[in-house]
């Protein structure tokens, strides 16, 4: 089988005020469709770059990455970005964000009736139809994430980006977050590649875990399948030795072999990165919840719908 | 309907504890809330009625003394009832017009009808009318370029360095330096036989609109470049057109900065055109001004400083009203608007 998406010898170089900063080198990736990836990396070695230039928002400096065939120049809807602020407009409702999208995307391919069921049915899909009707600066970020997430669903994309998407977010919320898009996966079996610096959603989520080394000149350092049969539950998959194993061998990756000597990061920080400190909170967060230490967390279903509205 | 009264009523700072006070919540710490929010206001325009009295009636000058609060007030008073009587004069002008043109078509059917317009000097309201329109287009013609200008040089930082220089040489510039270029330039262009409107308000509202444009342009420029690049990036991955994006993006985001300057703008233009009427002898507050000044009667200085106060009375309205409206279109609420 072709692989859908190709990243060959992806290499970046920046021209900074310092001169050129090589950011990424000989990056490469084949991507089947309805592959679940994760790319994970310690802060600033470039995972952002990585998915940047899959989007098209950067072009890389040697190798290039092909999509369907196609080789990727610039960016365009049919490789959809969950960014990890959201990014809505805020002066649109979570309606209108979405809608926003689908005039653009199915202009002439559906009617009106057919867009309105279309970004209804996007926003149901993310829980949101409750307050779709509410701007950004009503709702609170998990809600402002689903409603992110809604709107690069809805324009049915060929692969689904995200940049850290739950990175803002709090444990349970994240949490409630990465059983939704659980669900969604089931149903829609997306390609995706997701940014994370959560060891524990990098193994529940994914099919393949992208580990980098770090910048500068930053690449692949290993890839971990994981062989996990879905659908997955968290609470399960707590006491499953397999998943520790795979937690271990990732945590093993970032905290031995490309342990961050120098703890101090780098002066610039593009758009509003989360810092490296961040990184070990909320590993910790999350441990707290995901792991049998955290089973007093656990809630019913009843609870979790709840705290869904509550929190997310 | 009265809740819903109430409700907006309530949106008035000072009224709030007003109403509450009347329907009986809380009643004696609304009713001191009430007396801080109009008493304290109330007071500091005492204290300088006070100080401004006792100042005036030690200033003198050639046409007496400096007018003081009680002044002010005789000359309001007379320049209303002039304005009445002279609509009063008006009125039965046109009476006996009327009353002339329907004797003569009762004797002779195929007379044409002539009607003369009365031609009394312009009243004191009439000025206040004359310097609203000058001041007004000159406002919306500079908002009509400054907007788009604005909007096309924040898009792109080239063009935005290339203009830079030169707004920030033309935004110093007075009033009285535009006015005898405006001035010359209007007689040689503006000819013609039966003008629409008059030169000197053609002059004031050019040199109005010269000076006020560049608030707006500069605001409305930084607003645009400081689109944040999360949305930029959604339009392009989204593949906006130019249009769509200016008109999706690009606008609303400028929107709250666009108003900082054209609030700026209206208040330029409200001065500098005051300076504008009283040298191109349009026939608004500055001519009337102008006009007192060099009449120089006993009444002189009280009647001007009555346009003193109307000025900036007016002024003050014109910025509220700004802010109504900028309220009313800005999506950013929770920005302070002051
Ligand atoms: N536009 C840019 N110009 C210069 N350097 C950049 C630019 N974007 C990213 N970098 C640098 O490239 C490296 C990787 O950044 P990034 O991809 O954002 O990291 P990550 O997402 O893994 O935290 C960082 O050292 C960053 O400073
Ligand atoms: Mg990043």
């Known amino acids: 089988m072709n692989p859908l998406l190709e990243l060959t010898q992806v290499g970046i170089e920046f021209s900074t005020a310092k001169g050129s900063f090589r950011a990424l080198q000989s990056v490469d990736l084949k991507i089947n469709k309805g592959e679940y990836i994760s790319l994970i990396g310690h802060s600033g070695c470039g995972k952002s770059t990585v998915l940047n230039i899959v989007a098209g928002l950067l072009q890389a400096t040697e190798g290039g990455v092909v999509l369907n065939g196609k080789e990727v120049n610039e960016p365009g809807p049919e490789r959809a970005v969950v960014f990890q602020n959201h990014s809505l407009l805020p002066w649109l409702s979570a309606y209108e964000n979405v809608e926003l999208a689908v005039k653009q995307v199915f202009r002439g391919k559906k009617s009106k009736a057919e867009m309105k069921a279309w970004i ?58 990465q059983d939704s898009l659980m669900d969604i996966q ?13 060891v524990d959603e990098a193994v529940l989520l994914s099919d393949r875990i992208v580990m980098m080394t770090n910048g500068p000149a930053a690449t692949i350092g290993e890839i971990l399948h994981i062989d996990l049969e879905r659908p997955r539950n968290r609470l399960q998959l707590a006491d499953d030795p397999r998943y520790n194993h795979y937690r271990h061998q990732v945590l093993s990756f970032l905290y031995e072999k490309q342990r961050k000597t120098d703890d101090s990061l780098p002066a610039t920080q593009p758009h509003g990165q989360v810092s490296g400190s961040q990184i070990i909170k909320e590993n910790h967060e999350t441990r707290a919840i995901n792991t049998p230490a955290g089973h007093s967390h656990a809630h019913t279903p009843d609870q979790d719908k709840a705290n869904q509205l509550k929190t997310a | ?130 310097s609203l329109i ?38 110093p510039v007075s009033p ?31 040199t109005v609109m010269l000076c006020c444009l560049w608030p707006t342009v500069i605001n409305t420029a930084v607003g645009v470049a400081s689109i944040s690049q999360d949305l930029k990036n959604v339009s392009q991955v989204l593949r906006l057109s130019w249009l769509t994006h200016v008109r999706k993006i690009v ?22 055109l005051i300076a504008a009427e009283m040298l191109a002898q ?56 002051r």
């Open chain 1, 120 to 177: 209804e049915h996007n926003l149901e899909l993310v829980h949101m139809t409750h307050a779709m009707h509410k701007r950004p600066d009503e709702i609170s970020g998990g809600m402002k994430q689903r409603v992110g997430i809604a709107r690069a669903l809805a324009m049915e994309p060929q692969v689904l980006l995200m940049d850290e998407p739950f990175g803002a977010l709090d444990a349970l919320t994240r949490a409630h977050l």
């Open chain 1, 186 to 198: 089931k149903e829609l079996n997306n390609t995706v590649i997701m940014i994370t610096h959560d």
């Open chain 2, 1 to 130: 309907m009265s809740i819903a009264l109430t409700q907006t009523l309530s949106k008035i700072s000072w009224l709030e504890p007003m109403i509450k006070a009347a329907q009986g919540e809380n009643r004696s710490q609304n009713l001191s809330i009430i007396a801080k929010a109009i008493g304290i206001p109330l007071a500091g325009i005492l204290v300088f009625l006070m100080i401004w009295h006792a100042a005036a009636s030690s200033i003198n000058t050639s046409l007496g003394k400096f007018p003081g609060p009680a002044d002010v007030l005789i000359q309001s008073k007379t320049l209303i009832s002039e304005h009445i009587t002279e609509r009063e004069k008006a009125a039965a002008f046109y009476q006996r017009q009327d009353e002339r043109n329907a004797r003569r078509l009762a004797q002779d059917p195929d007379y044409i009808v002539k009607i003369r317009d009365y031609t009394g000097k312009p009243t004191y309201v009439d000025q206040i009318g004359t």
């Open chain 2, 134 to 171: 000058t001041v007004l287009s000159g406002f919306l013609i500079a908002s009509l370029i400054a907007i788009p200008l604005g909007i096309v040089i924040g898009l792109s930082a080239n063009l935005y360095s290339a203009f830079n220089p030169v707004i920030q040489i033309f935004k």
């Open chain 2, 176 to 206: 009285l330096a535009w006015l005898p270029l405006v001035t010359m330039v209007v007689s040689a262009v503006y000819v013609s036989d039966d003008p629409v409107v008059a030169k000197s308000f053609v002059t004031s509202m050019i």
């Open chain 2, 251 to 272: 606008l609303p985001a400028a929107i709250p900065m666009m108003f900082t300057g054209l609030r700026l703008s209206l208040s330029i233009a409200w001065m500098v």
């Open chain 2, 282 to 337: 349009n026939p608004g507050l500055g001519k009337f001004v102008w006009d007192e000044f060099q009449n120089g009667s006993s009444n002189s200085l009280g009647r001007i400083m009555v346009a003193v106060i109307t000025i900036g009375l007016i002024g003050f309205a014109l910025d509220r009203i700004m802010l109504l409206l900028q309220r009313s279109v800005s999506w950013d609420k929770s920005a302070t608007l």
